[in-house]
């Protein structure tokens, strides 16, 4: 079946690092990709997300491309900020139905 | 507050005894979802219904949970004779499927179980 694969955790960063983490999938169709983020006390938020190959997705200074060929969606960004602490969760879906997330990755950005 | 709620927030249970959780989701919403996580994993899909109708169950779903959703508005989820191995957080998330299709999923905070 399909599924998702992130980076291991945590990922410990200084303020205004640059930021990367790695999500492969693997995946019978062709789905839309997500990115979610848990910030500490809340519920999961959509943070971007791409609909096909090619597609980046964007958003609060986060970006991520969906790569096809290579079967990934790695999320960056340039400068990091110390609340972008959370857990990010990748995840697919095909047009709304069953969404396939990975493990999470762990963030915490020191000042 | 119009986002997603769940309810209870924590449900400390014994071993054999069943649980009944209730989400509400945002009210314009026709997609409802479960989705069960437990520490260090990320959500791992149970259901989903669009309005009244269960449209899909998780093979891994035990026949000791159940879910509905009889008006298409809020949903329960209940789990008979819990075991240990239930011990998780119970997310419910809600989004409006049409066109445009946006595909975004909005969670609630959660209903944690505890079994012992």
């Known amino acids: 079946g399909d599924s998702v694969t992130q980076m291991e955790g945590p990922v410990t960063l200084s303020e205004e690092a640059f930021l990367t983490i790695n999500c492969t999938y693997t995946?019978?169709?062709?789905?839309?990709l997500f990115w979610y983020v848990q910030y500490p006390g809340e519920g999961l938020q959509l943070l971007l997300k791409?609909?096909?190959?090619?597609d980046k997705g964007s958003n609060k200074g986060f970006e991520a491309t969906y790569r096809k060929e290579t079967t990934s969606f790695h999320l960056e960004k340039g400068s990091v900020q110390v609340s972008d602490s959370a857990v990010y969760f990748c995840?697919?879906?095909?047009?709304?139905?069953?969404?396939?997330f990975g493990p999470g990755t762990r963030l915490s950005v020191l000042p | 507050d119009t986002g997603v709620s769940q309810d209870p927030r924590h449900k400390i249970t014994k071993r054999g005894q069943n649980v009944t959780f209730r989400c509400d989701p945002i009210?314009?919403?026709?997609?409802l979802y479960w989705y069960r996580q437990t520490l260090g994993q990320g959500p791992e899909f149970l259901t989903y219904?669009?309005?009244?109708?269960?449209?899909?169950k998780s093979r891994l779903l035990s026949d000791r949970f159940s879910a509905e959703r009889p008006k298409g508005s809020f949903s329960t989820l209940e789990i008979q004779r819990t075991e240990q191995g239930d011990s998780a957080m119970y997310l419910c998330?809600?989004?409006?499927?049409?066109?445009?299709?946006?595909?975004?999923?909005?969670f609630g905070e959660g209903s944690r179980l505890t079994v012992l």
């Open positions: 009210s314009e919403h026709n997609r």
């Open positions: 791409a609909t096909k190959a090619d």
């Open positions: 995946a019978t169709g062709y789905p839309s």
């Open positions: 219904f669009q309005n009244e109708a269960q449209l899909e």
């Open positions: 995840a697919l879906s095909y047009y709304g139905q069953n969404f396939v």
């Open positions: 998330a809600s989004s409006l499927f049409g066109t445009p299709y946006t595909g975004e999923l909005f």
